[in-house]
């Protein structure tokens, strides 16, 4: 039965003084999972439901308190620990000490979530936790330079990049190789934050008064192209158990920074040079027992030392599913279950849902067109004015909406405000439906 947070608290009291008034017998042959943050974004309770289903132990970590935890979630936690801020690594710590006091051995830590990546990988050096990676191997997949290493190993073809930590002659000379302009960004970053296109000496100048904060920057290519995704559930053996295909926008840059409208969508197929490029990526980085989102540049342009146009360019990895609402958007796109199949990976490292919903195209997994959809997602800022209503986008697209609400606030700078999410068959009603959400009174 779920403890609540009342309860856990005065639990961990006992086990933080080192005299225990209970003595708790571990659970023999079930799989210990401890979910870093599961609350967040509020559709996660479905990893932890999965879980759950398939007879794992699932403990969750977090700083809400548990009355504000959904129904679901609640009901998909074998226990949930409050810790006061989870960006404290001792309160953490102590927290999956404790859980592991009474459960036994933790077999996996995971958030699915960028921004708790390092914590996690900490966690499981800490704790020996095998299934994912350690403290001293996610550099590989947190530095974009690192990145860069990787890729060339793999032959990936990817942009140019230089660290600023070289100095500003050095980023001169590439920029001379290279051309304006150019993109600099953190070396450690999430989504587009921080980052800047530098168009002429001016800029660039301006880039490096950032002072010391400069070292932590590269310099890279400037390609332009939709970016598009990778979004796979990989195996132990670094094999994909589903893979999906997700578009873009060019420059979610200029989204976050000029505060522009969004929308992305799930395609119902993947070319195959995609396909190739995302394996060979899983492949070169080393990935096992992960669901990824790895991101290319389709070219809009012939590039020499790049490709041709169409041709994919890699931008970048990232060690989880795909941010926002994506996943549900993968699967209204493909009729499966993407939660069903993570979770398949997690307990047993195959998944009877991801066959029996695909058929094998040598090794690539695909699905019946029958069942393939296009899933769009296009969202409202609350500075614009638009020509419809939110209630008659809802109206007229009511038989096709699959989601439609307020973003949450720490998402709404990169998304928006208010987002809708339809379901539909062809590329030419995703445009018409983009055009409809986004079309805005002339002021």
Known sequence: MLNTYHLVFWEWMEHRTFAPKKTYKPFINKMNFIFISPHFPHTYWEFCNRLKQNGVNVLGIADVPYEELSAHLKESLTEYYRVNNLENYDEVYRAVAFLAFKYGRIDWIESNNEYWLEQDARLRTDFHVTTGLQADEVWTIREKSAMKEFYAKGGIPTARQIQCSEGIEAVRKFIEAVGYPVIGKPNIGVGAGGTHKVENDDNLQRLFNLGSAINQYVV??????????????????????????????????????????????????????????????????????????????????????????????????????????????????????????????????????????????????????????????????????????????????????VMSERMPEILSGAMGQQMFTVRLKTFQEVEEFVNFVHEKVEE
């Open 220 to 401: 890279e290519e400037f390609v332009t192209g939709d970016i598009c995704s990778y979004d796979a559930i990989i195996d132990s053996h670094s094999q994909p158990l589903f893979e999906s295909m997700t578009v873009w926008p060019p420059s979610i840059m200029d989204i976050v920074n000029r505060q522009l409208d969004l929308s992305y969508y799930v395609t119902p197929t993947m070319p195959e040079q995609l396909r190739s490029l995302g394996r060979r990526t899983v492949e070169a980085f080393h990935v096992k027992s992960r669901f990824v989102h790895l991101e290319f540049f389709r070219l809009d342009r012939d590039r020499e030392g790049l490709g041709n146009q169409g041709d994919f360019v890699a931008l970048e990895v990232n060690m989880r599913p795909a941010g926002g609402y994506t996943p549900d958007m993968i699967n209204y796109a493909h009729s499966t279950d993407v939660y069903r199949i993570w979770a398949d990976m997690v307990a047993y490292d195959k998944s009877q849902a991801a066959s029996s919903n695909q058929h094998d195209t040598g090794n690539a997994l695909s699905i019946p067109w029958s069942t393939e959809y296009y899933c769009c997602f296009a969202s409202r800022r609350d500075i614009h004015h638009y020509r419809h209503t939110d209630d008659e986008v809802r109206q007229r697209y009511q038989q096709q909406m």
